[in-house]
């Protein structure tokens, strides 16, 4: 009875032995070496006590980024859960209460954190890691080519994926090549934006959309030219050209002309009472029969639009050339330089022999059956198409034959009359 009593009280004194450092661990304060991390083969962790008030949780790997949190440390040993201070590559500086926090060398594999306080400064390495990949910083995004032109001046030239840019800079009249030249921006040039004067200078960005722009500067009646570095031709957004206005008829009728891969495009217009909207294409390259208006070579790649106003049949053609198609674009059509339906039909030749042959060859004379448009249109929509769109004369010259034909007649009668009598 008594050994067994006696066995009981030695196997729990040892069991209470064996518990008491494990429950004290879970309250003791942090200890100064270095924690080695569970994830061996990803981030290094280390721990270091900074005083007797303040720790620091340190991470680095080849896969994270290098990363400082400094907590307090209460009176018992306790940390605080929420970090006083946090620092990485972002973010490599804080100050708390005087004392500045560092993390210095933060884009290299060996960083380190230094802090400073009471104006002494103690160092603490990171665990090793991978360097940073070096990100543009904000000079390189307006870095060049520098080139002086003059009057305390210099031209910054860029040609990267902005883009052609010529920033013109104050630098002072003693600056040479190899100075600094991040100073003072005057104006910049780029295809948006291809002139600007400053102090008397212009600036001109030549050859903008292609892939070697050139600034010319201007001053007194001479110009030097800069090169910018070579860059890419500019890829047009949209392959319609801007739109090219021509007014082809009296009471502001208007014909809005444009260019795109399609084609050209004539869209008329008259504004005021009446309004009246008309489309010319490749397609429908012709008005209405009521008024000479018509593409002259629509599948060439240099197309006219001919017109005429009011006036009568001596009234002159006029032509209006279209816009030409934007640089890079190119035509979904076999371009042809053919004339189709272009100008009027040529007045007969009096070398033409025959007065019937002559009458048969004209177009028939066909009564005007088109309407003429109203409101502003009617004040350049005069003539019917037969007589000032053709101006081949048909009805003059028929007439003109039958008058010939009734004279030789007479000529011959007569003279059959001088035989009988002879």
Known sequence: MRTALRTSIVTAALAGAMLVPAAGSAFAAPAPQ?????????????????????????????????????????????????????????????????????????????????????????????PKGKAATPAPSENDRYAGQAVYIGNGMVAVLRNQAEGPEAWIRSVGPQWKPGDPYMFHVLTMLNRRQT?????????????????????????????????LPKGKANTPSSCVSEVKHVTVGAGGMTADLTMSPKGPKAFVYAEGPGDWTLTLDRSHPKGPDSYYLRIINPNSAQPVLNWKTQGGENVPIKTASFPALPKGCSFEYKVTEEQTGAEPAAKPSSATTGVTTQTQAQTPVRA???????????????????????????????????????????????LRRRRNHG
Not at 73 to 92: F, I, Y
Not at 197 to 224: I, Y
Not at 375 to 392: F, I, K, R
């Open 34 to 126: 270095a924690v080695t991390s569970t994830k061996a083969a990803a981030t290094q962790a280390k721990r270091v006590v900074i005083n007797k008030h303040l720790v620091a949780d340190m991470t680095n790997s080849a896969t994270e980024a290098p990363s400082v949190k400094i907590f307090i440390l209460d009176e018992d040993g306790t940390t605080r859960p929420k970090p006083l201070a946090s620092l990485d590559r972002g973010h490599t500086k804080q100050g708390v209460q005087g004392t500045i926090f560092t993390l210095t060398k933060a884009e290299t594999a060996e960083p380190v954190l230094t802090v400073f306080e009471n104006g002494v400064t103690t160092s603490f390495p990171l």
């Open 195 to 227: 002139t600007g004067a400053v102090d008397g200078v212009s600036l001109k960005l030549t050859k903008a959309d292609t892939a070697e722009p050139v600034l010319v500067v201007t001053e007194g009646g001479a110009s030097k030219s800069y090169p």
């Open 368 to 414: 005007q059956t088109a309407v003429v448009p109203k409101g502003a249109v009617a004040a350049g929509a005069e003539l019917p198409v037969e007589t000032v769109a053709d101006t081949d004369d048909s009805t003059t010259l028929a007439a003109g034959a039958g008058l010939i034909a009734i004279v030789a007649a007479l000529g011959a009668s007569v």
